[in-house]
């Protein structure tokens, strides 16, 4: 239901600027409705994937203390420069410290997943490209099964990565949605990664080596838009004592 709302309000919003633009806008006019359309996609992803769900156990009553509570929040920035040809590539943001991005933050862009920051000063950030085939490991699942696997590059090009550790039983069929898993930190469920282009079973491992090819083409990024995980210390410090606790019984 809250999907479909935005859904509704999304087309009502690109419906008024269609209309509202004609051959004698100016520049200036141009520049603040890209703008506010910016400002409107960040709100609808925090409403789309910045709020956890909360399920009641099924034979336990609990009072819900969180109801739903915000947990991904996103800082909007703007391409500075950015790499497709190397072996590991990268981009810069021009959002830093200051405007609240801090390493291990990942970046999306309108159609899909493009990056995790690495570093970053009070105005910039650099970032850790997915075309980078030593240093990215997207944790990414089919949408319609549910199968989840890791995503990494190969430098064939720079609009086809590959999903690993799926069984081969898994039903899979070109097209199929590929999206981030939400198991990390980083990603909410759900971000676009792209679609099956093409499978086969790896000879060594006997799982699918499927072929996604990416919903953004990274050679054209401009907006994106930072995400910003407001209980990713809370997860660290869980843990950090699970680690902490498996290292004593060894």
């Not at 633009?21 to 359309?37: H, V």
């Not at 085939?133 to 199968?147: E, Q, Y």
């Not at 799982?207 to 660290?236: A, F, P």
Request: aromatic share 8%; glycine share 8%.
């Amino acid at each position: 239901m809250q999907q479909s709302f935005i859904a509704a309000q999304t087309t009502a919003f690109n419906a008024w600027v269609s209309g509202y633009i004609d051959e004698g806008t100016s520049y200036l006019k141009l520049k603040q409705i890209n703008e506010e359309l910016v400002a409107q996609n960040k709100t609808l992803m925090q409403e789309l994937y910045g709020k956890e769900k909360i399920k009641n156990p099924s034979f336990v009553r609990v009072t819900d203390t969180i109801g739903g509570g915000q947990i991904y929040t996103f800082v909007d920035g703007e391409i500075v420069n950015n790499s497709i040809i190397r072996k590991d590539n990268y981009f810069t943001i021009n959002r830093g410290k200051r405007h609240g991005v801090f390493p291990k933050m990942g970046v999306i862009a309108p159609q899909g997943i493009a990056g995790i920051v690495i570093n970053t000063t009070n105005n910039y950030a650099l970032v850790q490209s997915v075309l980078s085939m030593n240093k990215i490991r997207i944790n990414a699942s089919l949408k319609d099964s549910g199968f989840f696997g890791t995503l990494t590059w190969r430098g064939e090009n720079s609009r086809t990565m590959h999903l690993s550790d799926i069984p081969k039983y898994v039903p899979i069929k070109v097209g199929d949605t590929v999206v981030t898993d939400g198991k990390s930190a980083i990603f909410p469920q759900g971000i676009m990664i792209g679609r099956v282009a093409g499978y086969e079973v790896d000879s060594k491992t006997g799982y699918w080596d499927i072929s996604v090819e990416l919903s953004q083409k990274m050679g054209q990024l401009n907006k994106v838009y930072v995400v910003r995980n407001l209980k990713k210390l809370e997860v660290k410090q869980i843990q950090d004592t699970l680690d902490a606790t498996i290292n004593n019984d060894q």
